[in-house]
């Protein structure tokens, strides 16, 4: 057994066996063991006892768009990574785009990587992106340290990412497949959005109009169907129509290897209370209604959504304009995804046991992230320490986001994040952050 730093003791541990009173061992960075809540203290070792504050494995948020290097005026490796360690997120991946470079060949891997190595304040990895001329540059990419591959199958909102039409997300798929690789898809059909009524101005409901159901459930189906024939490896991103979810749950029922996320705006926000011109409330798939958000959450307890992350997608101020057809597309929320969460969740009655799987277990698992996700021996020990009965009102001056824009101002939330650790460090103490330690992730093997 290595040597014990350090005793993290509270009478609420999240374990994958359940929630017990426990006394967490950690030395070299790593949880040596789960011990008895009364176990004597090894000699040398430091006591942290948090009382009833609940101990969560570190969230793993799988879907951030940290845009760093080339717009970082919208966010950046250090106000995004804070941000997460204030949220008690421990691990995020980078989304591909709206960085200049975008992640799509090795070349522009190492750029970001070095933009981010000092900046980092928890840890960080990167996924690449499978755009129509990159096939020869996959292959390179996985071996270079990516997680997986995003693709857009409907334009991505910039120009420098161009969506895959369905020959080319086959031989994207096909190439992906060869070394078992996984391709995560932005999956609304391009046909579908362009025969829908499209409507200017500040109205919520012409908004939600030029984003329907059909688009999203179409997509899904297409790419549930090449993900059979080719058997691929395939991950829904940020699922918002509740229709889809009978045909993911056939899939997976049928062997056909498709994960599925949903995002916190999708599953506490409705279409009925977005204001006029809101568009701090815009993002594509949007916001539905709540009889949607009811069956999303159904999905989530039945299995059918595996996880939960944020799809953190911010901008300046100046481009949320009022008008729901020209303004940037995305919602800010990597601080306040575990509350916001928790909030309905509990009012579901579902537990913290629902939340840290939703969070870190299952995004840990897509990802193949292995030290991550869990509070076990071997593990990182990687936590997010939550008084769960506390409650604030977001305020945008609290958040440690680059644009405190956000559509949360103004809500009332439960859950207090008291501190965050990442590898035995405390790196959030009572809303106090350390300098960045966080790591450069790649994917073994
Ligand atoms: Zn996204």
């Known amino acids: 057994m290595p040597d014990v730093q350090l005793v993290l003791r509270s009478t609420r541990v999240i374990t994958p066996e359940g929630t017990?009173?426990?006394?967490?061992?950690?030395?070299?960075?790593?949880?040596?063991?789960?011990?008895?809540?009364?176990a004597e203290v090894p000699a040398g070792a430091r006591l942290e006892d948090v009382g009833d504050d609940v101990v969560?494995?570190?969230?793993?948020?799988?879907?951030?768009?940290?845009?760093?290097p080339g717009r970082t005026e919208w966010e950046g490796f250090w106000t995004a990574t804070r941000a997460a360690a204030a949220g008690g997120i421990t691990t995020i991946l980078d989304m591909p785009l709206n960085s200049l470079p975008p992640t799509t060949t090795v070349e522009h891997l190492r750029v970001k990587q070095e933009v981010a190595r000092?900046?980092?304040?928890?840890?960080?990895?990167?996924?690449?992106?499978?755009?129509?001329?990159?096939?020869?540059?996959?292959?390179?990419l996985y071996g270079a340290g990516v997680y997986g591959f995003k693709c857009f199958l409907s334009p991505s909102g910039v120009d420098e990412?161009?969506?895959?039409?369905?020959?080319?997300l086959a031989t994207s798929l096909a190439e992906i497949a060869g070394f078992d690789g996984l391709m995560i898809v932005h999956a609304e059909d391009p046909h579908h959005l362009a025969a829908a009524p499209q409507r200017s101005g500040g109205t919520y409901a012409d908004f939600l109009a030029s984003r329907p159901r059909d688009a999203e459930n179409?997509?899904?189906?297409?790419?549930?169907?090449?993900?059979?024939?080719?058997?691929?490896?395939?991950?829904?991103?940020?699922?918002?129509?509740?229709?889809?979810?009978?045909?993911?749950?056939?899939?997976?029922?049928?062997?056909?290897?498709?994960?599925?996320?949903?995002?916190?705006?999708?599953?506490?926000?409705?279409?009925?209370?977005?204001?006029?011109?809101?568009?701090?409330?815009?993002?594509?798939?949007?916001?539905?209604?709540?009889?949607?958000?009811?069956?999303?959450?159904?999905?989530?307890?039945?299995g059918t959504i595996d996880c939960i992350v944020s799809d953190h997608s911010p901008s300046t101020a100046d481009l949320k304009t009022p008008d729901f057809a020209t303004a940037w597309g995305g919602i800010s929320s990597l601080q306040l995804g575990l509350p916001a969460i928790w909030t309905e969740a509990r009012r579901r009655g579902h537990g913290l046991e629902d939340v840290a799987r939703w969070m870190s277990a299952a995004p840990a698992r897509l990802a193949g992230l292995d030290s991550?996700?869990?509070?076990?021996?071997?593990?990182?020990?990687?936590?997010?320490?939550l008084d769960p009965e506390a409650a604030f009102t977001v305020d945008p001056a609290g958040l440690e986001h680059r644009n405190r824009v956000t559509a949360y101002a103004g809500r009332t939330l439960h859950g207090v994040v008291t501190s965050t650790w990442l590898r035995g460090e405390r790196i959030l103490d009572h809303g106090t952050l350390t300098g960045p330690m966080g790591r450069l992730l790649e994917r073994n093997g």
Do not use: M
């Open 372 to 385: 991550k996700g869990a509070i076990e021996p071997g593990r990182d020990a990687d936590f997010a320490v």
């Open 118 to 140: 000092t900046k980092a304040h928890v840890d960080v990895g990167f996924w690449g992106g499978a755009l129509p001329d990159n096939v020869k540059d996959l292959r390179p």
């Open 218 to 302: 179409t997509a899904i189906g297409n790419l549930i169907a090449q993900a059979r024939r080719l058997n691929a490896r395939v991950h829904v991103l940020h699922l918002s129509s509740s229709d889809a979810l009978p045909l993911i749950a056939a899939a997976k029922a049928e062997g056909v290897r498709v994960t599925v996320e949903s995002c916190p705006h999708f599953l506490t926000l409705t279409a009925e209370e977005v204001p006029d011109g809101a568009t701090e409330f815009k993002c594509c798939p949007p916001i539905r209604e709540a009889a949607n958000q009811d069956a999303l959450w159904e999905g989530l307890a039945d």
């Open 20 to 38: 017990r009173p426990a006394s967490i061992a950690v030395g070299g960075g790593s949880i040596v063991a789960v011990l008895p809540y009364e």
């Open 56 to 68: 969560l494995p570190g969230l793993v948020d799988t879907h951030v768009h940290v845009n760093d």
């Open 161 to 168: 990412f161009p969506e895959l039409d369905q020959d080319q």
